[in-house]
């Protein structure tokens, strides 16, 4: 099984940036797609950004721009940069993973969230 741990999340300015940091740990043979969600009170849990085990990406549009996932294979981390940061995007992000089970089988895991507040 394998457990993330969000890290980063904090108070900002409008303008600012945070870089947000999911560390995957335990027993597993691998790891395939990661992806960042977030939650604002009262929303439903939206996809902010995607990346596969091979490095290609994909945005929300809504964080097009200004937002950069990546990941690094070899320490099971993947990571979010957050530039020109908006009030909007105030909300608990959660980090995602694809556990690679024996066979080629996947089961998604969730990290429990890292608060991102932009105000002034």
């Known amino acids: 099984q394998v457990q993330l741990v969000e890290s980063g999340g904090g108070l900002v300015q409008p303008g600012g940036s945070l870089r947000l940091t999911c560390a995957a740990s335990?027993?597993?043979?691998?790891?395939?797609?990661m992806a960042w969600y977030r939650q604002a009170p009262g929303k439903q849990r939206e996809w902010v950004a995607t990346i596969t085990s091979g490095g290609s990406t994909n945005y929300a549009d809504s964080v097009k721009g200004r937002f950069t996932i990546s990941r690094d294979n070899t320490k099971n981390t993947v990571f979010l940069q957050q530039n020109s940061l908006k009030p909007e995007d105030t909300a608990v992000y959660y980090c995602?993973?694809?556990?690679?089970?024996?066979?080629?089988?996947?089961?998604?895991?969730w990290g429990q969230g890292t608060q991102v507040t932009v105000s002034s």
């Open positions: 995602y993973a694809d556990e690679v089970r024996g066979g080629g089988g996947l089961y998604g895991r």
């Open positions: 335990g027993r597993f043979f691998g790891i395939g797609t």
